[in-house]
């Protein structure tokens, strides 16, 4: 019922601006926009206060390797261009 008394009502709307130019329906649009603003901006601005003890538990350390395991990986994995001599 609520959809066909909207589409009832924007086609009134409709047909009173169907006839003008582009440059006034910009107008409206920015007019309808700019009157719109304040209430999307209320809605979106009641952000959660986020907290230290929201991520507690987030992660787990099994998933990850041991640090001597990632120097280890990353020391067989270098690749010089010049062969570098100690000494």
């Known amino acids: 019922m609520t959809a066909m008394v909207l589409e009832r009502e924007t086609n009134n709307y409709w047909n009173l601006i169907k006839g003008a130019g582009n ?8 007019r309808l926009t700019d009157d719109l ?6 809605q979106t ?9 929201d991520f507690a538990g987030i992660w787990s350390d099994e998933e ?3 640090p001597e395991e990632i ?8 690749k010089f261009k010049n062969q570098i001599t100690p000494l």
């Open 23 to 30: 440059e006034v329906k910009l107008a409206l649009i920015k």
């Open 37 to 42: 603003m304040p209430a999307v901006a209320s």
């Open 45 to 53: 601005k009641r952000t959660k206060k986020v907290k230290a003890a």
């Open 64 to 66: 990850y390797m041991e």
């Open 71 to 78: 120097i280890k990986i990353i020391k067989s994995e270098r």
